[in-house]
Structures are given as C-alpha cells and as structure tokens.
C-alpha cells in the first residue's frame, strides 16, 4: 500500500483554495498557520497533521480547540510533537487521534509499536526500521518521495504550491515511472476521459473524487477563468493522489 500523503504549502492561504474542490484531502498545517484552519477546511479534511513542540499554554489550548472540532467532523487527527511535551499529560489520545514524535537523529530510542516517528530526511525514513510519517521540503511529485512504497512509511507530508500557481495539469506517466505537466486543453483532450474510468467503481473519498472530476470538466469547457483555474488545480490533487492512498 502506498504512503498517506498530507499536502504542505508554504503559502497557507493556498488551503481556502483547496477547500473549495470539493472532495476530501489530507493537510499538514503548522502551529504558525493555524489561522489556515477554517471551517471551510476542516469540511474538507480527511486527516488532518499539525506540529506542536513548545508545549506553552497558548498552543495547548489551540491543539485542545482543533482536536475537538476534528472529532465532531470525523478527521483523524495526527499530532507531530516531541517525547517531551507530554501531550497524553493534557489531552485524551484515542483511535482517531494519532502521535507522531519527532526523530531526533543518531541513537534516539525508537517509539513503542503503537508510535509513529517523524522523520525528515528521505534515506533515514527508508532504513529506520520503525513507522515513520516524512516530512519533507520537497514537492509531492519529486521522484525520490512519489516512488517510495517501504511498508514502514505510513505517510508522507510534501508541497504542493505549484499546483495552485501553475496553469497546467500533473499527470503520472507510468512509462516513464514519474509525474510530469501536460498543457490543460491537451489533458482535457486526450487523458480526462481515461481519469474518469480509472476512477470507475471507486468507493469512498475516490468515489467522490470522480463526481469532482466531472464537475472540472464541466468548469473547463464552460467556466471562467476562476472555474477554469479550480479545475486544473483540483485534476492536479487528483492525479497526485491516485499515486498515493487518502
């Protein structure tokens, strides 16, 4: 099974963007972009990754506000932090509430078999022996994370901005074994079609999926440039996570 993929961005209002495509995703959110959480997000959250380490009253209180809203939502909620801010101390960890406990280089002790690690680095997630979520400054599409598949890498978080300042559309050349940028009226011409049987027969967050599909191409064909911009950047999101699992 492929990794999680949670989706970065550098710029946080890209996630008001995302939240209006209309299908469930993943997002990695920082304490300093907390204010990115909005209704409208969490609505269109799957899973949900935020990093807390300091531990201070302010970010306990924010983390305790976030987790009860992801709950009533039904987002699974993974909380990156270190050993030493005790969350389970401040905070009821249940099944829809994971830990996940910042790697802290050579010799530090691994997590029990119910902790996942975070691991910045692509060779250490690789040969760590342990389950690790990935965090990396890199694009989700970068060919050293899109063809990793270890069983011990639960999920990865990368970047995605520039598929909201792009105009073109990702595709994943099996071929070639990578992704790449096609022209969108070349993608809505010759590979939308094939999208929309991929996705044939799909069930949950996939199936819903393909009912957004239709609707970009609708927007394509007979939208403005707002709706033309949404679709190319919504079939973007898409193709990348019919690499990855949701």
């Not at 946080?12 to 300093?32: C, V």
């Not at 807390?52 to 506000?65: G, V």
């Amino acid at each position: 099974m492929p990794p999680v993929l949670f989706l970065c961005l550098k710029d946080a209002g890209g996630f008001r963007i995302l939240s209006r495509l209309g299908f469930p995703m993943n997002y990695h959110i920082k304490y300093d972009q907390r204010d990115a959480i909005t209704r409208e997000v969490l609505l269109s959250a799957n899973r949900i990754a935020v990093e807390i380490y300091d531990r201070n009253e302010e970010e306990i209180n924010w983390l305790k506000r976030l987790v009860q809203k992801a709950r009533y939502h039904g987002i699974e909620t993974h909380i990156i932090t270190t050993g030493e801010a005790d969350i389970t101390s401040v905070l009821s960890v249940t099944d829809n509430i994971l830990l996940v406990y910042a790697h802290k280089g050579e010799g530090h002790r691994k997590p029990s078999n119910n902790k996942i690690l975070a691991v910045y680095d692509v060779d250490v997630a690789l040969d760590i022996g342990t389950k690790a979520h990935l965090i990396v400054n890199k694009n989700a599409w970068d060919p050293e994370i899109a063809g990793i598949s270890n069983q011990n890498v639960l999920a990865i978080s990368a970047y995605v901005d520039e598929l909201i300042t792009r105009d073109d559309v990702l595709i994943y050349d099996a071929e070639k074994g990578g992704f790449s940028f096609i022209d969108a009226s070349t993608y809505m011409d010759k590979y939308a079609e094939s999208m929309v049987k991929h996705l044939m027969g799909s069930e949950g967050v996939r199936s819903i999926m393909l009912s957004q599909v239709f609707r970009f191409i609708y927007e394509w064909k007979y939208g403005d440039e707002y709706d033309k911009k949404d679709a190319t950047i919504g079939l973007s999101i898409i193709n990348l996570y019919l690499h990855y699992e949701v």
